[in-house]
């Protein structure tokens, strides 16, 4: 047995298929994967790997694999993040896999547990076969959910909305009932161009998302590159600490053309919908000020130019470093809404590269200073007037739900699978009971036994 960390939710069973770091990695932009590596892979086969990209996990959906294994990677690293929207089950930080694992072995993959069983005997593929069928199970009783509107126990409303990369995921957010993209990610639409993308293909893209959700307000991030996030046809220079680099609104800023190319394109899809831009990685209130200078010059052009856009479009800031959480009062001042992103958040606060299973420990949105940075931006946010969402992994943990909702927060961010169970927690909990239990973990001096207290808080019979 090899143990890690659970990734994405779920159990598979299947026939290893190791992929070599050399297929998985490839080059700083682009991952090793081709069509011609993956000719051979069955569906229904277990994935192996030392290192997987997010693009090469896009490329594997089309397999559909039983399960993933990845030797690297922790819960939030990006790659786990994208074989979580895809329900595929995985089991990151599985150190030692592919040479433990053999090509041809059968497998099983606990997503649920974090555990990874090589060349199982009988009675294990059967007990573990049950397990599926009851996961599956619980998924269908969480039917109900998707259709409903969202209210917490004593009829307090909230909304669940979706972070999704494409049109295919936008489909998925509402098929199952989501109320809202609270996150797209242009990133992932632009890694599936050869070339930059016009400003009109652009604007034809954003506005399909936007007619497609039918009034409810879809969030489109800009460009949200560097770190481990690469475009072939962006170019960008090596970097020794690329996390705390040139990355998402400095890397906009520093090339105005192409930023300028696409906000007018989300300028022009506000005309089509209830469209609203969010702006990743900010860290001081000078970044806002000046993208809202550039959108106020780009309006000027386009109204001269006779162009149909929106000038009144919402501006959001993302505060996922504990710089913008510490003036969030002040960045409160200067935009228009508020998307907490927990997983960088957390990161950054511990000082812990969400890619490195080792240090899962700090990895954690229950760590005592990342949850003081969470609460205090939602009172500033909501102090003043403004909306303030939360969409990193945090918002679809059942155990951490009731604790953001006893925070204030009132708009949770999820991958489109995980709305009926996000609904359903939140149906569980009256506001009261929420707003105490927040009260009482915030006393508490450290992750583990704030976690303790959370696992025992949990209803529907999970305790």
Same mark, same amino acid.
């Given at each position: 047995?090899?143990?890690?960390?659970?990734?994405?939710?779920?159990?598979?069973?299947?026939?290893?298929?190791?992929?070599?770091?050399?297929?998985?990695?490839?080059?700083?932009?682009?991952?090793?994967?081709?069509?011609?590596?993956?000719?051979?892979?069955? @569906? &229904?086969? %277990?994935?192996? =790997?030392?290192? #997987? +990209?997010?693009?090469?996990?896009?490329?594997?959906?089309?397999?559909? @694999?039983?399960?993933? %294994?990845?030797? /690297?990677?922790? #819960?939030?690293?990006?790659?786990? #993040?994208?074989?979580?929207?895809? &329900?595929?089950? =995985?089991?990151?930080?599985?150190?030692?896999?592919?040479?433990?694992?053999?090509?041809?072995? /059968?497998?099983?993959?606990?997503? !649920?547990?974090?555990?990874?069983?090589?060349?199982?005997?009988?009675? #294990? %593929? $059967?007990?573990?076969?049950?397990?599926?069928?009851?996961?599956?199970?619980?998924? +269908?009783?969480?039917?109900?959910?998707?259709?409903?509107? +969202?209210?917490?126990?004593?009829?307090?409303?909230?909304?669940?909305?979706?972070?999704? &990369?494409?049109?295919?995921?936008?489909?998925?957010? !509402?098929?199952?009932?989501?109320?809202?993209?609270?996150?797209?990610?242009? $990133?992932?639409?632009?890694?599936?161009?050869?070339?930059?993308? /016009?400003?009109?293909?652009?604007?034809?893209?954003?506005?399909?998302?936007?007619?497609?959700? $039918?009034?409810?307000? %879809?969030?489109?991030?800009?460009?949200?590159?560097?770190?481990?996030?690469?475009?072939p046809f962006m170019p960008q220079e090596h970097e020794e600490n690329p996390f705390l680099g040139f990355r998402a609104i400095r890397y906009s800023l520093g090339n105005k053309p192409f930023f300028s190319t696409q906000l007018r394109a989300i300028l022009r899809s506000a005309a089509s919908g209830n469209v609203s831009v969010l702006i990743p990685m900010v860290t001081c209130v000078e970044e806002i000020r000046e993208l809202r200078a550039l959108i106020q010059e780009l309006c000027s052009d386009m109204r001269d130019e006779g162009a149909v856009f929106n000038d009144d479009m919402k501006i959001g800031v993302m505060v996922e470093t504990p710089a913008a959480a510490e003036i969030s009062d002040l960045l409160a001042g200067e935009c228009d809404f508020f998307s907490i992103g927990t997983n960088d958040l957390v990161q950054y606060t511990m000082c812990a590269d969400r890619g490195d299973g080792r240090l899962s420990y700090l990895q954690s949105v229950t760590q005592p200073p990342v949850l003081r940075l969470i609460e205090r931006t939602i009172k500033n946010g909501l102090s003043a007037g403004i909306p303030v969402s939360v969409c990193g992994e945090a918002a679809s943990d059942p155990e951490i739900i009731p604790v953001l909702a006893g925070f204030g927060c009132r708009r949770f961010s999820v991958d489109p699978l995980s709305v009926p169970e996000v609904r359903r927690t939140l149906s569980e909990w009256t506001l009261k009971e929420a707003e105490e239990l927040a009260m009482e973990i915030m006393k508490m001096p450290s992750d583990h036994e704030i976690r303790q207290r959370l696992k025992s808080a949990l209803k529907h019979g999970k305790a």
């Open positions: 047995m090899i143990n890690g960390y659970e990734a994405s939710k779920g159990i598979g069973i299947g026939i290893a298929v190791i992929l070599q770091s050399s297929d998985v990695s490839g080059s700083d932009s682009m991952p090793g994967i081709t069509s011609d590596i993956l000719s051979g892979v069955k @569906p &229904g086969s %277990v994935i192996v =790997a030392r290192v #997987l +990209t997010p693009a090469a996990i896009s490329m594997l959906r089309d397999i559909k @694999p039983a399960a993933i %294994v990845c030797e /690297t990677g922790g #819960l939030t690293s990006h790659s786990a #993040l994208v074989a979580k929207s895809f &329900g595929i089950p =995985a089991v990151y930080g599985a150190i030692g896999a592919t040479d433990i694992i053999h090509e041809g072995d /059968t497998v099983i993959v606990d997503g !649920i547990r974090g555990f990874v069983y090589e060349r199982p005997d009988n009675s #294990l %593929v $059967e007990e573990f076969t049950a397990r599926k069928r009851e996961f599956i199970k619980e998924r +269908t009783d969480l039917e109900r959910f998707r259709g409903m509107k +969202t209210k917490m126990a004593d009829g307090s409303s909230a909304e669940i909305l979706c972070n999704v &990369g494409d049109v295919v995921g936008v489909m998925n957010a !509402i098929d199952n009932g989501a109320e809202g993209i609270g996150l797209y990610r242009t $990133e992932n639409y632009f890694s599936g161009m050869k070339n930059a993308p /016009t400003e009109d293909e652009q604007t034809a893209n954003y506005s399909r998302v936007a007619r497609a959700m $039918e009034g409810f307000e %879809v969030v489109i991030r800009t460009l949200d590159i560097g770190g481990d996030k690469r475009l």
